[in-house]
């Protein structure tokens, strides 16, 4: 338990605090929504600081990130908790265990033994990822500054639900981010998820003014976010902050609480991706189904600059560059 960043102590107790966009007021003794932090005599805590509740190594293909350091294994770690409410979610014995006010689980493991965890591993990426990681602000803030001191790459897989100020703290550690944009309607954002899309897309956009490279991840849930409407509006609001980053249209599978919906046919994937092209998006990859679109291609000769099949990786680059024409291929390689 670590007394928290960026909260504000209001009267007879009250705290709000002012990590993320819900800027949840607390009382004594009660949690914010995230079910992570919480209030004890006027004081927010991190409840999940140096609980480390899951870790392992995996491709960083499986994050997912195409475009950064393709084929390298990540150290992923994760904490307890989420700031959103996802109907869906893939991960729900991480993200939703603790709320409103169960006890929290995980491993006693330091900042320092994470970075230990990661050499011994022979990964020189950590990964924040399974969970939301902007809600174990304070223990990530300091491993990741152990692991720049160590010449090592931070990134995060996360909803971009977080406020300015503190995003702006961890971008000079921060080496990428793939963000979930989980739909385009404020309706699905707040019956759904959870959460408010406008924050998210501020956030993106200062992701991207930060210099963070980033990656954008879309999980399509039939009947909720698939219409022909919303994936248009999302797809250019992407082509409008930059053609060039990738889209990763991913198919949804029964989970939670929309444990009774059918998988996303593939057709709805291959639709959506088709949208994205239209739009002029270069970059648009269709995954978590069987033979989908996850090949890197120069969108100038149309050579395969970068072969996926599964987690295997054939690269075509040179500097960064495709083999067959010089076309640059934007990304972290």
Not at 74 to 92: H, W
Not at 166 to 175: H, T
Request: glycine letters at 8%; a neutral charge.
């Amino acid at each position: 338990m670590k007394e928290a960043l960026y909260y504000k102590q209001l009267n007879e107790g009250l705290v709000q605090c002012q990590l993320c966009p819900h800027f949840c007021t607390i009382f004594p003794g009660e949690r914010g929504k995230c079910g992570v932090r919480e209030n004890k005599s006027g004081k927010l805590f991190s409840l999940v600081y140096n609980r480390l509740a899951a870790k392992g190594i995996d491709p960083i293909e499986k994050k997912p990130f195409f475009h950064f350091h393709p084929g390298e294994p990540a150290f992923s770690i994760a904490t307890a908790g989420c700031n959103f409410f996802c109907q869906f979610c893939q991960n729900c014995g991480l993200s939703q265990e603790t709320k409103p006010d169960r006890p929290i689980f995980g491993e006693i493991v330091s900042p320092e033994h994470v970075i230990q965890l990661a050499k011994e591993s022979n990964c020189r990426i950590i990964s924040y990822t399974y969970a939301e990681p902007t809600i174990a602000f304070e223990y990530y803030l300091e491993i990741m500054e152990l692991a720049k001191k160590e010449g090592m790459l931070n990134t995060f897989v996360t909803n971009g639900f977080i406020n300015p100020e503190p995003l702006k703290q961890l971008a000079p550690l921060m080496d990428a981010a793939n963000i979930d944009l989980k739909g385009f309607s404020e309706d699905f954002y707040e019956k759904v998820v959870g959460g408010r899309l406008k924050p998210v897309l501020d956030s993106i956009r200062l992701y991207k003014k930060l210099g963070i490279w980033v990656e954008l991840t879309t999980l399509i849930v039939p009947g909720e976010n698939d219409s022909i409407d919303e994936l248009k509006k999302l797809s250019k609001f992407i082509a409008d902050l930059d053609k060039d980053t990738p889209w990763h249209i991913t198919r949804f599978y029964p989970m939670f609480k929309m444990s009774h919906l059918p998988p996303t046919p593939v057709e709805t994937l291959q639709k959506a991706a088709l949208l994205g092209k239209e739009t002029g998006l270069r970059y648009v990859y269709t995954g978590n189904v069987q033979g989908g679109q996850e090949d890197t291609i120069c969108p100038k000769c149309g050579a395969v600059a970068i072969k996926r099949n599964g987690f295997l990786i054939r690269s075509q680059l040179e500097n960064g560059k495709c083999k067959s024409c010089g076309t640059t291929i934007p990304g972290v390689f």
